[in-house]
């Protein structure tokens, strides 16, 4: 296996450097990519974060997994990169400094902008090698998502895989126009989203069960020998955001992965004199997948997420 001009031999890990662009400083930038072989052939997995550069868990995720050689396979090849938008990962922000999403600027452009360079490096040279692809994220600005696996599980591949990560969500998501999911899928690349905690935040709980269903999907791979799970997966096809009713102070009073009634009480908003207080009712029968960790919200704003079936 060629990755980059460098050779990785059976048994063998290496640390490629991907050279994509520089800092206005000069400063080259690298996207470090470590790939290990294992002594068998065997599919190729792709575990990789940080393609939105706050979301800190996920990077966290896959270091783990390099610190603790899980990456260290019998059967076929594990390429691990922990932070693909390094650009947004010293900024501490989502995106690269022009304010382009990286998961919306696939497959990317050699000569296009900044995201477009990352995303095209991606896709041209690291895709081709790879059989199966997970994709660790964490909640966006404030929100805090339950551990969950998001995959097209209308797909039999991808809901296999889904299935077998076995985290306590599994929910139906269509791809997004320009993403690194719809990219992979076009190149038949079998591909699951890891979803929990929120960004610029460290959660540990979220982590364990990453690292869990990491080593149940190498498991499921044949890739190495791990043991089984028994707690299966809560699978959901819908969600619905429940909108703030008024602006003010939010106080939920459910927490993250609960189960919940339509119409349930799931937390209030009051005025910040004291004036008012509007109860937020629950949209389905389900359960709470994310909640907004902002204290002070507006009307309309999401504040929490439910996962239902019909
Ligand atoms: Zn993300």
New binding site residues.
């Given amino acids: 296996m060629k990755i980059a001009g460098t050779e990785i031999k059976k048994g063998q890990t290496k640390k490629i450097n991907l050279a994509i662009a520089k800092l206005t400083s000069g400063t080259k930038i690298d996207i470090p990519v470590v790939v290990s072989r294992g002594i068998s052939d065997g599919p190729v997995l792709l575990l990789m974060a940080g393609?939105?550069g706050d979301?800190i868990n996920s990077v966290d995720v896959v270091r783990r997994i390099l610190d603790e050689k899980i990456n260290h396979v019998e059967n076929g090849t594990v390429i691990c990169i922990p932070i693909l938008n390094i650009f947004g990962f010293i900024n501490y922000s989502r995106e690269v400094p022009d304010g382009k999403d990286v998961n919306r600027s696939f497959p990317g452009f050699s000569k296009g902008s900044l995201a477009s360079q990352i995303a095209y490096h991606l896709t041209k040279t690291i895709l081709p090698h790879c059989d199966y692809i997970i994709d660790f994220?964490?909640g966006?600005k404030s929100r805090f998502n339950a551990a969950q696996i998001r995959a097209v599980l209308t797909d039999e591949k991808s809901a296999e895989l889904a299935l077998a990560f076995n985290a306590p969500f599994t929910l139906h998501s269509n791809l997004i126009s320009q993403s690194l999911r719809e990219t992979a899928s076009e190149k038949d690349k079998t591909i699951i989203v890891f979803e929990g905690g929120e960004s610029l935040r460290f959660d540990q709980k979220v982590t364990e069960i990453a690292l869990s269903g990491v080593k149940k999907i190498l498991n499921f791979l044949n890739m190495a020998d791990y043991a089984e799970n028994i707690n299966p997966s809560k699978t959901f096809h819908n969600r619905k955001w429940l909108r703030a009713p008024v602006s003010g102070f939010f106080h939920p009073s459910i927490k993250v992965g609960d189960k919940v009634k339509f119409k349930q009480t799931l937390g209030s908003i009051c005025g910040p004199l004291g004036d008012y207080h509007k109860s937020c009712n629950c949209p389905k029968n389900g359960y709470v997948i994310t909640l907004n960790n902002n204290p002070v919200v507006n009307r309309g704003d999401a504040i929490i997420q439910v996962a239902y079936d019909a």
């Fill in positions: 393609l939105h979301e994220h964490t966006g």
